[in-house]
């Protein structure tokens, strides 16, 4: 399904339900030039676990064009207009499903940071506010989360990135074997963020580090053993973005790669589907109240 988020700009998503009709809906985001298709096995898992779901496929991706110097998009497209646009067809496909957002790496900077910018009550009566974010094999990219060879692989790694694809109008990933096709905008979002531990995307309205200050919303974090890309002190930078929220942290058992957990699922999508059905059933009435700020495990 395509849909438009901008005039002549749209987002594809792939639906997949589960068996009860208001059952939790995930709207997922995947990793960094990580095709949706990639998600094709993790879909119907989450959908057998009672969690019904959207995978979004990063605008561009699925058109003839693909992504290139016409792509203008970065984080502040994604998190707000695109992110819109998914949550709306996301509660017309099941209008009396809670939705929350699966991130998988980049993707879960989108999560996070789309639900920081719609945390009013203007946007959660338009249906733009998750119910709670998952969080999977992802962390900062700022450069201070990465306790050996933070500075060269992190700062400088993604300034080269930023330079190249300033220069040539994306980064041509596909040329260069790594991450594929990206949109120029959002790589130099990406690598302001990993330079400066802020996150200050081009064209953005309002202050994304002030909407993350004053985030309350749930969030489960799960991290993965020895996962060079998103390893836990790069998670901590992450999380320290949101010291308001709600934070359930899983460490998974499982030793899988930073993309494969897609795959070898099934540890993740439990880890998942009990973190969001114990969501729920707190909001049921009279449930018991959630209390702390975090969870261990």
């Known amino acids: ?6 005039p002549g700009e ?13 059952a939790p809906l995930l709207v997922v985001w995947p990793a960094f030039g990580t095709p949706a298709r990639f998600y094709r096995h993790l879909a119907p898992a989450l959908a057998a676990a009672g969690l019904a779901n959207v995978v979004v496929e990063y605008p561009g991706r699925e058109t003839p064009r693909g992504v290139g110097r016409h792509s203008s998009y970065g984080y502040d497209a994604l998190a707000t207009k695109v992110h819109e646009a998914v ?3 996301a509660h017309r496909e099941r209008p009396e499903a809670p939705v929350y957002i699966l991130g998988h790496s980049l993707g879960a900077h989108i999560a996070l940071f789309a639900a920081a910018m ?3 009550d203007d946007a959660t009566r338009a249906g733009f506010s998750p119910r709670g974010l998952a969080l999977v094999a992802t962390g900062s990219p700022y450069w201070r989360g990465f306790e050996r060879n933070g500075f060269l692989r992190s700062y400088l790694g993604t300034g080269f990135m930023a330079f190249v694809a300033r220069t040539v109008g994306y980064w041509p990933g596909d040329r260069l074997k790594f991450w594929g096709r990206q949109s120029g905008v959002l790589v130099a979002d990406w690598a302001r963020l990993a330079r400066t531990g802020h996150v200050r995307p081009e064209g953005a309205e309002r202050s994304y580090d002030d909407a993350l200050a004053a985030y309350t919303g749930d969030v489960l974090a799960i991290s993965l053993p020895e996962d060079p890309l998103a390893p836990v002190t790069a998670l901590e930078e992450l999380l320290k973005l949101v010291p308001r929220a709600r934070v359930t942290r899983r460490h998974a058992a499982i030793r899988v790669g930073h993309i494969q957990w897609v795959r070898r699922h099934e540890e993740i999508v439990g880890l998942i589907a009990e973190w969001v059905h ?6 049921r009435p009279n449930a018991r109240a959630t209390t702390g700020v975090d969870a261990q495990a």
């Open 1 to 6: 399904m395509k849909l438009e988020w901008a």
């Open 10 to 22: 749209h987002v594809e998503v792939t639906f997949t339900p589960a068996e009860d009709e208001a």
């Open 87 to 89: 949550m709306t067809y």
């Open 118 to 120: 719609h945390a009013g």
């Open 278 to 283: 114990t969501q729920e059933a707190e909001q």
